[in-house]
């Protein structure tokens, strides 16, 4: 998936981000939605481990890698340029998002807004300046 342009990450850093999942998936249907849709929404994330790497090779190209390790799941590679920021390329577990291993994009407004929330739950990636950033595993 790319996305160019805003995606309110800079009003998301000005309100002080969020303190939960829940508070962040109430944060994205708002920004989606233009203020005309709210939830309350008990976002429930589980378990999960997965491994990465970075190495340089021969000609000191730096190299990076992830695996999804602990169950099948769906997964995106988003590349994303904002009007402000940097630019990035980061992989998202599409079923955070709720979507089931059967999925199949249909073009819905509901799917592309569902869809440009994987903006926000990144597990890892890279920005334009080389800047990589994974998870370290602890909860």
């Known amino acids: 998936m790319e996305y160019n342009g805003d995606y309110g990450f800079d009003d998301f850093l000005v309100q002080g981000g969020a303190a939960s999942d829940s508070a962040l998936a109430d944060y994205l249907v708002s920004f989606l939605s233009r203020g005309f849709c709210k939830i309350e929404s008990a976002v429930q994330t589980g378990e999960f481990g997965c491994s990465t790497i970075c190495t340089q090779d ?55 807004m569902q869809s440009l929330a994987a903006i926000y739950v990144p597990l890892d990636g890279m920005n334009e300046k080389g800047l990589v950033v994974g998870p370290d595993g602890r909860r």
């Open 58 to 112: 021969e000609h000191g190209t730096v190299l990076f890698g992830r695996n999804y390790d602990w169950e099948e799941c769906q997964t995106v590679i988003v590349h994303t340029k904002p009007k402000s920021g940097y630019e990035s390329v980061s992989t998202c577990c599409l079923d955070f998002l709720g979507f089931s291993e059967n999925y199949t994009p249909d073009g819905s407004m509901s799917e592309r």
